[in-house]
């Protein structure tokens, strides 16, 4: 537990390093991989992160994002693992003792486009993060990602939807274009006949596709996984999504007013829909431990066991 003490201790002094979004994604990725119980004692760490990432990135100077990332570390609620701002070293050193720093800088191969993470995992093989499918051309980033990565001789990869809570069809849409084309889903809904969606854009690569999911992949989320499963594009590695694919129409109303209704659900072109059930992995693992399973994966792919 002291080394992520001493870590936080050279996070805080190396921020000139990157902006929020790249210095919040340090200090959470800090505990997510180096912090000794798993379990993370009994704490969502994913969900503390969707909690306090919006409001570090608001943050409007270095002392308001600093306070966000203490009170991000106290929500472990461990009083040996603690994130310091500058001002504060002097007085945990003279706590703990003037301990040597670990060195911890940016992740070097990982790049971005908008909110979509990419980075070249080893020889071979790309990892692409989409947290989401409601951010500014969050399709457009996903296909320059996976562009970069081919550049980089990518010869799979591995697209992480875990913690994904969804968004727009249309990203959707645009999202699995970049993997597949046709006609992917359907919306059921009991006031109008079926309703198909297609994938949109050119298909933009053919390599081996893992998809990481978990229980914290909703709505669009859910029907990209889902839609890349059934047409045997991609292998599935982690937990079963939340069930939740709901289709949300706006209705206008006198006086400028709205009414936003869920009026049908998404399905895959044939078969039932996900709502209520979730996508189901083709490899079940724990969700920490499926980007681990799907390089095992690949690599026996690669070695054709």
Known sequence: MKYLLIAALLLATAAAQGDYAQRFDLAWRLVAERYWDQNFNGVDWQAVREAY????????????????????????????????????????????????????????????????RYELLEPGIGLIQLPDLASANVAGNLRQAVRSLIAKQAESLILDLRG?????????????????GGLLWRVVTRWMLPIPYPAIGPTETGLPLVVLIDGGVNSAAEGLAGALQAQERAVLIGETTAGNVEAVLPFCLPGGSQAWIATGVLAPLRGPTWEGRGVEPDIAVPAAEALEAALRYLHDRRAGR
């Open 164 to 180: 994904n809570p969804g968004g727009r069809l249309l990203e959707m849409m645009q999202a699995a274009g970049v993997f597949t």
């Open 53 to 116: 990432e919006p409001e570090a990135l608001r943050a409007g100077d270095d002392a308001a994002f600093y306070a966000v990332l203490e009170a991000m570390y106290q929500a472990l609620g461990d009083n040996h693992t603690v994130f310091v701002p500058p001002h504060r070293v002097q007085e945990i050193r003279e706590s703990f003792g003037d301990l040597p720093c670990l060195p911890v800088f940016m992740q070097a191969g990982e790049t971005r486009f908008g909110t979509v």
